[in-house]
């Protein structure tokens, strides 16, 4: 057994001063998954409101090293989502399922070309050769950053999961611009089951999925260990913890939602800490990150995080599974 005493985005550990921040474009999604709990319905909010987050974004990018992440629901939903990216400074990144079609995706390329754009494969829904041929415009003409193409593994659909890994990672094995990971699908918080992984799946899949993003620093048999880590492989493996960790929430991250209230934590911490509407040059923003309520690891495996105290030192549950050793 090992005691995690740190993790989080490598990163963000070789340059501290780096802030992703995430915007929540709109909740609005069209394929509405059952292992996804983030979209609903919700308004189109106004384009005044969003070119206050937008000149927000760009305020705070001349305060820390910024990339923003756009995501939702479905962003390319909303109306202004290419005065969105025109209009953004820095680095972006754009989670999409594709259903957007080749005409549009050119368009965006007309208004800016250095975007990565993450984008997620729902075998349940999607039409695999047009997917198919939106990703070859994307990766073989459009001359953009980066394209990462996820899929999202449903054990309802386990061998197609596998095969269309097994497909889209053989392609362009040459181009350093094209990645291709897979995710396990879980059920959502409601409890709606989207996939139900038996262990001998998640032996098969840690091995494979190989997108070692995070680092991990951890206790075994006393001493002190640091290996890299996924984010799969901690979702997958995780337990319940008895555990505080130091949170860099608010140092490495904000989140800002749609209707344009700002975040330090999307998950655990839902006070918001200002408006986009609100005076925020003069606010200062918590640079010290927190000790979260949420007593562990929690999806945002990115944030670096580092064991603070334990709770309980004489009924602690073990931090993660044995195949992480």
């Known amino acids: 057994m090992i005691e995690v005493l740190e993790v989080g985005l490598k990163e963000m550990r070789n340059d501290p001063n780096l802030t992703y921040s995430y915007w929540y474009v709109t909740g609005l999604c069209n394929y509405e998954c059952h292992y996804c709990d983030i979209f609903h319905d919700e308004k189109v909010q106004d384009w005044n409101l969003k070119k206050q987050i937008v000149d927000f974004f760009n305020y705070w990018g001349t305060v820390k090293q910024q990339k923003v992440l756009l995501y939702g629901g479905e962003p390319t939903l909303d109306p202004d989502f290419p005065k969105i990216i025109e209009r953004l400074n820095d680095y972006v990144r754009v989670f999409t399922n594709l259903y957007r ?18 984008i997620s494969y729902h075998i349940h829904k ?12 994307l990766v ?31 392609l362009w094995k040459n181009e350093s611009r094209y990645e291709c990971y897979i995710d396990l699908v879980f059920p959502n918080s409601e409890g709606n089951t989207g996939a139900e992984w038996v262990e001998d799946d998640v ?16 206790r075994e048999n006393g001493k002190i260990k640091e ?38 934590c999307k998950s655990h911490n839902t006070t918001p800490l200002f408006s986009v509407q609100d ?37 602690e549950t073990k931090n993660i599974r044995s195949v992480l050793t």
């Open 140 to 170: 073989e003409e459009s001359g953009v950053n980066m394209i990462r193409v996820k899929i999202m593994g449903d054990s309802r659909y386990r061998q197609e999961s596998i095969d269309k890994y097994n497909f889209f990672k053989g």
């Open 203 to 218: 032996d098969w899949f840690l091995p494979i999925q190989g997108y070692q993003t995070l680092y991990l620093k951890y």
């Open 279 to 315: 005076d925020y040059k003069s606010l200062q923003i918590p640079q010290k990150g927190m000790i979260c309520s949420y007593m562990g690891f929690c999806c945002e495996t990115e944030i670096p995080k580092i064991l603070v105290c334990k709770r309980r030192i004489t009924n």
């Open 101 to 118: 079609g080749v005409e549009y995706w050119k368009d965006i390329i007309s208004i800016r070309r250095d975007l990565t754009i993450s």
């Open 227 to 264: 290996r890299e880590t996924s984010w799969n492989e901690m979702r997958a493996t995780m337990l319940e913890y008895n555990h505080y960790y130091h949170c860099m929430a608010g140092v490495n991250t904000l989140f800002v939602n749609s209707d344009g209230n700002v975040y330090l």
């Open 126 to 137: 999607v039409n695999h050769e047009q997917f198919l041929k939106k990703v070859e415009y």
